[in-house]
């Protein structure tokens, strides 16, 4: 009996591991997603301000264009990353369950994005204004499938 003592051990350890894994993707993810929350809402301010200050719009526009191709390059939904040890996620298991089409709103992200730090630098604040507008909207196309918005 006790020679088997070590190998559940082992077993519950390397179940900790994982669940931790999991829980620091999770983790990770989230703050990914506040990041880019927090610039497009310094962003959007100034867009609706009566004189945008657009240094606050170039400081910020790099973050999104910067996370946007991190999401492209890297996996923040990993399979088994739908629920943590007692982390919650907005992430529906439809991301999962319809695969291709999230990742094809993915890329619709990234490539609303690609060039948005030379727009901004620009300082032509329609076109900020227009291409804020676009990146938005693939934004909301995602969330719209595949963000749980009671839990946001």
């Given at each position: 009996m006790t020679r088997g003592l070590p190998t559940i051990i082992m077993l519950l350890a390397g179940t900790a591991a994982v669940a931790g894994g999991i829980?620091?993707?999770i983790a990770?993810?989230?703050?990914?997603?506040?990041?880019?929350?927090?610039?497009?809402?310094?962003?959007?301010?100034?867009?609706?301000?009566?004189?945008?200050?657009?240094?606050?719009?170039?400081?910020?526009?790099?973050v999104v264009e910067r996370l946007a191709r991190q999401q492209g390059k890297e996996n923040w939904f990993p399979a088994g990353s739908q629920a943590g040890q007692g982390l919650q996620t907005s992430?529906?298991?439809?991301?999962?369950?319809?695969?291709a089409d999230f990742e094809a709103k993915r890329a619709d992200f990234l490539r609303a994005a690609a060039g948005y730090t030379a727009i901004t630098g620009r300082g032509d604040v329609a076109a900020i204004g227009a291409a804020?507008?676009?990146?938005?909207?693939?934004?909301?196309?995602?969330?719209?499938s595949y963000r749980d918005q009671d839990r946001s």
């Amino acid at each position: 009996m006790t020679r088997g003592l070590p190998t559940i051990i082992m077993l519950l350890a390397g179940t900790a591991a994982v669940a931790g894994g999991i829980n620091d993707v999770i983790a990770t993810r989230q703050a990914h997603y506040r990041e880019i929350g927090k610039a497009f809402k310094a962003i959007n301010d100034q867009l609706k301000s009566d004189s945008p200050d657009l240094a606050v719009i170039r400081a910020n526009a790099p973050v999104v264009e910067r996370l946007a191709r991190q999401q492209g390059k890297e996996n923040w939904f990993p399979a088994g990353s739908q629920a943590g040890q007692g982390l919650q996620t907005s992430a529906k298991p439809a991301i999962w369950q319809n695969r291709a089409d999230f990742e094809a709103k993915r890329a619709d992200f990234l490539r609303a994005a690609a060039g948005y730090t030379a727009i901004t630098g620009r300082g032509d604040v329609a076109a900020i204004g227009a291409a804020t507008a676009t990146i938005g909207k693939t934004c909301k196309g995602c969330h719209e499938s595949y963000r749980d918005q009671d839990r946001s």
